[in-house]
Nanobody, 122 residues
Framework: VQLQASGGGLVQAGGSLRLSCAAS????????MGWFRQAPGKEREFVAA????????YYADSVKGRFTISRDNAENTVYLQMNSLKPEDTTVYYC????????????????WGQGTQVTVSS
């Protein structure tokens, strides 16, 4: 599976962005898809994940109620709708795919996209 993330940019606090992650590979539909983010000098942290059917979603407490993860298996794409953005959401966002036993554990994902920068101004 190859992943291509896009949709990052500069937005004011309180604004919205939608990230996309386009996947190639015939196994996309069976993968759990996740979004992580990593600030300079910090570890990559879990943001959200979604199971293969889209019926189960998982969120970090810091984004719960503001971010929504979804997927379109027909388009081989996973999305992260980010609303009510805060300056502390500023960082690089990565999409990931795999079969993690624990969705928040980055080491258990097999495939990673290249990252897309999100900058939220105050």
């Amino acid at each position: 599976v190859q992943l291509q993330a896009s949709g990052g940019g500069l937005v004011q606090a309180g604004g919205s962005l939608r990230l996309s992650c386009a996947a190639s590979g015939r196994t996309f539909r069976s993968n759990i898809m996740g979004w992580f983010r990593q600030a300079p000098g910090k570890e990559r942290e879990f943001v959200a994940a979604i199971n293969w059917s889209g019926g189960s979603t998982y969120y970090a407490d810091s984004v719960k109620g503001r971010f929504t993860i979804s997927r379109d298996n027909a388009e081989n794409t996973v999305y992260l709708q980010m609303n009510s953005l805060k300056p502390e959401d500023t960082t690089v966002y990565y999409c990931a795919a795999g079969y993690p036993r624990t969705v928040i554990t980055r080491h258990e994902y097999d495939y990673w996209g290249q990252g897309t920068q999100v900058t939220v101004s105050s």
